[in-house]
């Protein structure tokens, strides 16, 4: 009888609300488990309702870990003191912890994805705990780790760079399209947006790192152009926020309490799926202009519908969206707002974008995360390892 590698996921990451990193992580173990590659799975959990889509999967389990549940510290002092124990009682062959950071003493081998460098990089966009957790764990965690996968070559790029020591077991296993968006539309299509009433749609949490106080500003110009052109103030585009609370939101609230054309600016903290899915058929155009992301799910899931996009011209966002999009310097508000009257006024460019974004999209997608993760899982659990 042959023995079976056992693979254990990390996915304490996910959330009862799942969204960004957790729901890349549910993506992929979606992709992996739709095919037996000889391997058995045993996913830790902290939302163990959230992996529903795996019961009755043969050779996988999930194993529910309330101990993890709670503040950085509680996840940190589990992964350092409890994850050890458990993985010599669940008898592991390898843990593959989707976040980041592993125990640095494990009785199996460990792999790591890497999301992004935020935590060096532009420290200043995260909150303080998170912050301090990764200064003391990510490069010791790293340097542990046997195998080290990233989202994308943009952040393999930045731990080479930060991390010189580990550059050599950096490997890029880059994420795919998120398929939840397809599913919405398959089920409900929405009519073409009534130009009429158009509006820009940014999509994510709202925090430093979404270099919101910049579009804002490069919105505001956009919007006192058309002042001054003339135009009935009832047709010009608005801007729709959808995203969460994050952190450092009474400097953003500020913001947006001062921005001096409220009647234009929206802020939904929260849309459910189908909701979501009807802005992103209808919107204008994606307004993007993050300052860090290790890939950016909002720039692929525009794409996949159609919808056309700014980003900014940096890391993963610029090779995710090729030249499919419309790359902005994301500190230059007036370019920023120079490509904001682009995409309202430039009906040809917006349809070229439509056409070509679904296009670019499935270049990206979750089958070949699997196919290119799966050889590091044979390698490290194969023989002579352990």
């Not at 996840?75 to 912890?97: C, M, N, V, Y």
């Amino acid at each position: 009888m042959t023995v079976r590698p056992h693979i254990v996921l990390d996915a304490l990451q996910v959330t009862a609300k799942p969204a960004g990193v957790a729901q890349a992580i549910l993506e992929y173990l979606g992709a992996m488990s739709a095919a037996d590659h000889g391997l058995r799975f045993t996913v830790l959990a902290s939302y163990p309702e959230a992996f529903d889509f795996l019961g009755g999967q043969e050779h996988w389990d999930v194993c529910p870990c309330p101990e993890a549940e709670g503040s950085v510290w509680r996840k940190a002092i589990f992964t350092q003191w409890g994850l050890p124990r458990l993985l010599e009682r669940l008898e592991a062959d390898l843990l593959h912890s989707m976040q980041f950071i592993t125990p640095l003493r494990s009785p199996c081998p460990t792999v790591a994805t890497v999301h992004d460098m935020v935590w060096r990089l532009h420290p200043e966009t995260i909150e303080q705990p998170r912050r301090a957790y990764y200064r003391l764990m990510v490069a010791r965690s790293l340097k542990a780790a046997a195998g080290i996968l990233t989202n994308s070559e943009a952040t393999a790029r930045d731990v080479r760079r930060c991390l010189p020591g580990v550059a050599g077991r950096v490997q890029v296993t880059a994420f795919g399209t998120p398929t939840w968006l397809a599913r919405e539309v398959a089920r409900e299509p929405q009519p073409i947006a009534d130009q009429q009433a158009p509006f820009f749609l940014f999509v994510g949490t709202l925090e430093p790192r979404k270099n919101l106080p910049n579009l804002l500003g490069a919105y505001e110009r956009f919007l006192s152009g058309l002042k001054e052109q003339e135009m009935a103030p009832e047709q010009w585009p608005r801007l729709l926020l959808v995203g969460a609370c994050g952190w450092k939101m009474k400097g953003l609230r500020r913001v947006l309490d001062a921005f001096p054309y409220p009647d234009h600016l929206e802020w939904r903290d929260y849309a459910p799926a189908a909701e979501l899915a009807r802005l992103y058929q209808q919107a204008l155009a994606l307004v993007f202009p993050s300052l860090y992301e290790g890939f950016g799910f909002p720039v692929l899931e525009a794409m996949s519908v159609g919808l056309p996009v700014m980003t900014a011209n940096r890391g993963a966002m610029a090779e995710v969206a090729g030249n499919v999009a419309l790359l902005v310097d994301p500190l230059d508000q007036d370019q920023m707002a120079r490509t904001l009257h682009r995409l309202h006024t430039d009906t040809d460019l917006r349809k070229s974008l439509a056409q070509q974004g679904p296009l670019r999209s499935q270049q990206w997608n979750w089958g070949q995360t699997v196919e290119a993760t799966l050889p590091v899982y044979r390698h490290l659990t194969g023989p002579g390892t352990g």
